[in-house]
């Protein structure tokens, strides 16, 4: 056995498949056991045999808690009488609930989280409160999970009156006079699944498996439904459903009729569509008829808004328009201009006139609140800011600081470059580099590269510690906004999704060709393309995770020459069986279905699972996992990948699997459980790459 890796048991499985013979050594792996249960503490130990007794540890542990185990505010969900936030201290494990009266009331702690579990393993997923402030409903995660059991609180006197368990994909959307919600789950009441959920409407302290049901006939076991949007008044429900997460469909609902029922008004119009209701009127962002989205408005006048009636009032321009919000009898749109965010005011009828202006070249969110009262608050970030919240002034156009980070960064170290190279196809892609000012680009900088690449999923400038600490160490974080994403609007989605997939990954590794000087690429505002050469493939290393997973794993197997060092966190790799877990059902709008003829030969000619070949010299490699992921990307990816390239891999380096118990997809960590990964990680990145 070799000293980096596990010998794992071999049980062949054959099947056929579209007329293809494949074998599978490793499918026991997918079911837990005692056998299986071993051989995840046998790789467990493996990993703290390489960082246990790292010399650095105790310096990086250090380091992490002071960026890590610090005061943090999150954004406050306002209401008519009060703001309610999650708050974590020094020294917690996870945020609790807090509230203040506003305008000017003391800051009470709402629901203290260490009453629900001494072992840090219960934590809060969503939460909403009534429009007035007066009941909150709230969902408890335990270990992580996408489960939640939800509670309703009256806030004044304290009881609980009423709680749903086993909600999955859903929050509560309050009736405007606070006698119930609307929400979603599976039809079957003592059979509640992830798949063939319905819209109910719940009354308060009634059972809710007797709750009437608005939605539900005709929808596939994958489409995800939930309310968008209800008007003030009471009168008007949007229903989104979600067909995979690709596409949506919208339906009206009249709450004022003594029989509910759902229409469909977008019917066979093909796109994504996101509704918002002011003031009797529907807004519609879409990007029916429109790569880069339009808005639509339609008066809701007591019949159907069906889409023949919707009026364009912004149509679709060069720039993708990312998101909206209607408040204070404006229209907030943020736009991506070449992956840099801006936030443009429209009036009602759709005429730009004026931008927000956020404190820097950051990433702001549109105004949230309630206007009647003047509690509106956006909140901003950089990749050197982090997340700080201001109260805004809707009429004035004006910010002022509401919450302050406690944690301050030296910006005038670092710098943030935007640079443009060519794919293999010869598309224009984008990519961050992130990196201090000093830096000599001499082929000799650590460097971790990172994408997404799925999803519509936009990669714009954020705030992390794991960035500032790898900067601190000396090394350079670059971002590349590969096709898959939605930075330029749906059409570069497209260009990476189903048979297009393989887009994602040459582009990912064009970026890599770019920072190691083999491809030229341009800074943003110059038209010449150069070699800058950042760093060289012993210095190259890789992070993705989730869909990001699949793409660090995508390309491992491909180009295992060109990187240093690969990380692999809650990935897909078994391409021909992600569709089986009960997340991973809704992933076949994105992906494609392996039980079709057509996508099996796509998702097999990518498949980072079945393309690792015996004999090839593979980079050092940490695929990291969890046990309660239910998400979709089940543990089942890792485990399989780890044993196939341990047992092929021919070169010294290590292929490690680092499996977490009590924790989920990214949720249930708590402070110390991410302390103690982000070392791990980095210790890892530094030993190889430095």
């Known amino acids: 056995m070799k000293h980096h890796s596990v010998a794992t048991l071999i049980k062949p499985f054959e099947e056929t498949k579209h007329g293809r013979k494949l074998v599978d050594n490793y499918r026991w792996l997918e079911t837990a056991g005692e056998e299986r249960t071993a051989w995840i503490d046998q790789q467990n130990k493996l990993v703290d045999s390489f960082v246990l007794d790292d010399p650095n540890r105790k310096e990086f542990l250090k380091r992490f808690d002071e960026l890590f185990n610090r005061d943090r505010t999150s954004f406050p969900k306002a209401t008519l009488s009060r703001l309610i936030y999650l708050k974590i201290r020094h020294g917690e494990k996870h945020p609790s609930l807090y509230m203040r009266s506003w305008p000017d009331g003391e800051e009470q702690i709402l629901i203290d989280i260490d009453k629900f579990s001494e072992q840090g393993n219960v934590s809060f997923g969503s939460w909403s409160p009534t429009r007035d402030g007066k009941l909150f409903a709230y969902g408890m995660s335990k270990d992580g999970s996408d489960w939640l059991h939800w509670y309703v609180l009256d806030i004044e006197s304290g ?45 308060l302290g009634t059972d809710w498996r007797t709750d009437k049901m608005i939605l539900g006939d005709g929808l596939s076991e994958t489409d995800i439904p939930n309310a968008m949007a209800i008007s003030r008044d009471g009168h008007h429900l949007i229903i989104e459903v979600e067909h995979g997460l690709t596409l949506n469909e919208l339906f009206y609902t009249d709450l004022s009729a003594d029989e509910l029922t759902a229409q469909s008004i977008t019917g066979d119009h093909v796109g994504l569509f996101y509704a918002d209701i002011y003031k009797g009127v529907l807004f519609v962002r879409t990007s029916n008829e429109a790569s880069n989205y339009r808005v639509c408005r339609v008066d809701l006048d007591g019949s159907v808004p069906l889409y023949g009636k919707w009026e364009t009032i912004v149509p679709e321009g060069d720039d993708v328009l990312l998101e909206f919000n209607v408040i204070g009898d404006r229209i907030f749109i943020k736009r991506s201009i070449d992956v840099v965010t801006h936030t443009f005011i429209h009036s009602l009828d759709g005429l730009e006139i004026g931008e927000l202006k956020y404190p820097g070249v950051g990433v702001g969110s549109l105004p949230y609140g309630e206007e009647e009262v003047d509690a509106v608050f956006v909140s901003y970030c950089s990749f050197f800011q982090p997340n700080e919240t201001y109260k805004y002034d809707i009429k004035r156009n004006e910010l002022s600081k509401f919450t302050e980070s406690s944690l301050k960064i030296d910006t005038d170290k670092y710098l943030t470059e935007q640079v443009f190279f060519r794919s293999f196809d010869g598309t224009s892609v984008p990519m961050f580099v992130i990196r201090g000012r000093d830096v000599e680009l001499d082929g000799s900088n650590p460097v971790i590269l990172t994408g997404y690449g799925g999803f519509s999923y936009s990669r714009t400038p954020y705030f992390s510690a794991a960035i500032v600490f790898w900067l601190e160490q000396g090394g350079i974080y670059a971002i590349a906004n590969i096709r898959g994403g939605g930075e330029y609007g749906e059409n570069w989605h497209r260009d990476g999704m189903l048979g297009n997939k393989q887009n994602v990954f040459d582009d990912f590794i064009a970026a890599g060709e770019a920072l190691v000087g083999e491809r030229p690429l341009r800074l943003a505002g110059e038209d010449d393309f150069s070699v800058r050469k950042y760093s060289s493939r012993k210095y190259l290393g890789i992070s993705g995770g989730s869909n990001g997973g699949l793409l660090t794993g995508a390309v491992l197997v491909q180009r295992p020459d060109l990187w240093a060092a690969v990380i692999s966190d809650v990935p897909l790799l078994d391409m021909l069986r992600f569709h089986l877990t009960q997340g991973g059902k809704f992933w076949m709008s994105e992906y494609g279905n392996p039980d079709n003829p057509e996508d099996f030969e796509w998702l097999l000619s990518y498949s980072p699972y079945h393309n690792v070949k015996d004999g090839s010299h593979y980079p050092s490699t940490l695929l990291k996992t969890s046990l309660h992921d239910d998400r979709g990307t089940d543990s089942l990816h890792a485990f399989k990948m780890a044993a196939k390239l341990q047992a092929a891999n021919s070169s010294d380096n290590p292929i490690l699997l680092r499996t977490m118990t009590n924790v989920g997809h990214g949720a249930g960590r708590t402070t110390q459980m991410t302390i103690d990964e982000q070392t791990e990680i980095f210790l890892f990145m530094v030993k190889h790459l430095m």
């Open 159 to 203: 009881d609980i009156l009423d709680e749903i368990p086993s909600l999955v994909y859903t929050w509560p959307n309050w009736l405007p006079d606070n006698s119930g919600f609307i929400y979603s789950r599976s039809t079957d009441p003592e059979n509640l699944s992830k798949n063939g959920l319905s819209v109910f409407m719940h009354k």
